[in-house]
């Protein structure tokens, strides 16, 4: 991807927006439209619940943000999680979002907004009723209470 520097300049004043709390429009974040240098050609989705196929995925993790992300390292490292706590039982985790997360309208990001996420990313109905649609099925089926929600047998993730 390659940037003029207009673009640089409101993609930094965006993230900075972000960081300090701010909304991006408070910002004077004048551009807010993340381009590709190139064409993108077969894009079923970008919603990050049915995205299964690497360029859609490349693009959708320019867009949403996670708990977590991958470092240079290529091991998971915090993105929204400031803190994240492990049982001594080494069977669940504690998640603490950092202060000022904020979505792009400077609306702070709860952890209601988190467990909205996974509950919607863990129901069939988003994918037409097929859980084989759902990008979940891969990475949130260890989460207690997914494989009820996956069935259809519940509409709540205790996990």
Same mark, same amino acid.
């Given at each position: @991807?390659?940037? !003029? $520097?207009?673009? #640089? /300049?409101?993609?930094?004043?965006?993230? !900075?927006?972000l960081r300090s709390g701010t909304s991006l429009a408070q910002s004077g974040a004048a551009d807010q439209r993340l381009r590709f240098a190139g064409p993108i050609s077969g894009?079923?989705?970008?919603?990050?619940? *049915?995205?299964?196929?690497? &360029?859609? @995925? +490349?693009?959708? $993790? &320019?867009? #949403?943000?996670? *708990?977590?992300?991958?470092?240079?390292?290529?091991?998971? /490292?915090?993105?929204?999680?400031? *803190?994240?706590?492990?049982?001594?039982?080494?069977?669940? +985790?504690? #998640?603490?979002?950092? =202060?000022?997360? $904020? #979505?792009?309208?400077? $609306?702070?990001?709860? %952890? =209601?907004? /988190?467990?909205? %996420?996974?509950?919607?990313?863990?129901?069939?109905?988003?994918?037409?009723? %097929? /859980?084989?649609?759902?990008?979940?099925?891969?990475? +949130?089926?260890?989460?207690?209470?997914?494989?009820?929600?996956?069935?259809?047998? %519940?509409?709540? *993730?205790?996990?």
């Open positions: @991807m390659r940037l !003029t $520097r207009r673009e #640089f /300049v409101a993609l930094s004043a965006a993230g !900075t927006a894009l079923g989705t970008l919603d990050p619940a *049915l995205t299964r196929d690497l &360029q859609a @995925m +490349f693009i959708v $993790r &320019q867009i #949403f943000r996670g *708990l977590l992300q991958f470092g240079t390292d290529l091991l998971p /490292v915090s993105d929204l999680a400031e *803190l994240i706590d492990q049982a001594e039982s080494l069977d669940s +985790f504690t #998640f603490r979002l950092i =202060e000022g997360a $904020r #979505f792009g309208d400077g $609306r702070t990001i709860t %952890s =209601e907004d /988190v467990r909205a %996420s996974f509950v919607r990313a863990l129901t069939p109905a988003i994918g037409d009723g %097929s /859980v084989g649609a759902l990008a979940a099925v891969t990475y +949130f089926r260890d989460v207690m209470g997914a494989e009820a929600l996956l069935a259809g047998e %519940s509409g709540a *993730l205790p996990g």
